[in-house]
Nanobody, 121 residues
Framework: QVRLVESGGGLVQAGGSLRLSCAAS????????MNWYRQAPGKERELVAA???????NYADSVKGRFTISRDNAKNTVYLQMNSLKPEDTAVYYC???????????????WGQGTLVTVSS
């Protein structure tokens, strides 16, 4: 079995910063793409940022220049550094791995439990 566990959410004032972490556990060999999604109240889940195992990154237009995704492949961990936060960034943030190759098998579409980020104005 593999798991993704997020941490680092909380309450922050507009203009502030937060750093989210997502650690994958299990007997993992490789993780292909690790993503951060978010879902605000009453809205659909949206892709915020993605990072491949080779270091390629992509961002939603709404967070470009403010958020930075990074990975530590040795630790099977992905981070999301969020700066210049806005009230509209308030959402539950979810970590996702598109494919995990582990000793126990291949896992597709693995999700964490989510961490709440609240940005006050």
């Amino acid at each position: 079995q593999v798991r993704l566990v997020e941490s680092g959410g909380g309450l922050v004032q507009a203009g502030g910063s937060l750093r989210l972490s997502c650690a994958a556990s299990g007997s993992i060999f490789t993780i292909n793409v690790m993503n951060w999604y978010r879902q605000a109240p009453g809205k659909e889940r949206e892709l915020v940022a993605a990072a491949t195992s080779g270091g390629t990154t992509n961002y939603a237009d709404s967070v470009k220049g403010r958020f930075t995704i990074s990975r530590d492949n040795a630790k099977n961990t992905v981070y999301l550094q969020m700066n210049s936060l806005k009230p509209e960034d308030t959402a539950v943030y979810y970590c996702n791995a598109d494919r995990i190759l582990a000793r126990t098998g291949t896992y597709v579409g693995v999700w964490g439990q989510g961490t709440l980020v609240t940005v006050s104005s």
